[in-house]
């Protein structure tokens, strides 16, 4: 798929391609996509004070890709980091540069807001992903637990 990678924020404009590509993602890791999860996520997107946001890459004219972030407060240094949440690039567009696109811009606006690092999580088995993130990053020495609420 030739052509140029164009970077840019999420609009409201982009609710439908992004709900498309945001399913996929939920299928990727086994998650069933509801409505109330895609609305929420969106609402937080595109709220100027809302607590993430999500960059898109779109390639010929089409979104073929999305990075979706968000600033947290680091207690430890009483600094801000940013959190990657969710990076996702359509089947036919992976291996092409387009999440290393999403990450080099993620990069740029991490330094201009004076985040000291980016972080994020991935599956121990998406290897794709994680031969990326190698090459990008350094791999943690803190193991993740979750305790879920539902009762």
Do not use: H
Request: net charge negative.
């Amino acid at each position: 798929m030739a052509g140029t990678i164009e970077i840019r924020p999420a609009v409201e404009a982009d609710r439908g391609a992004w709900a498309t590509l945001f399913g996929d993602y939920m299928a990727f890791y086994g998650c069933v996509s509801s409505d109330a999860a895609l609305e929420t996520t969106w609402r937080w997107i595109v709220d100027p004070d809302g607590p993430m946001e999500c960059l898109l890459a779109v390639k010929n004219g089409r979104v073929v890709g999305f990075a979706q972030y968000r600033a947290v407060p680091e207690t430890l240094t009483g600094n801000w980091f940013g959190q990657l949440d969710d990076l996702y690039v359509v089947q036919g567009s992976r291996r092409a540069g387009v999440a290393l696109a999403l990450l080099a811009r993620l990069d740029k606006i991490a330094r201009a807001r004076g985040w000291f690092k980016l972080s994020w999580i991935t599956a121990a088995d998406n290897t794709t992903a994680r031969g990326l993130y190698d090459r990008l990053g350094n791999a943690s020495d803190w193991v993740v637990y979750e305790r879920p609420l539902d009762d």
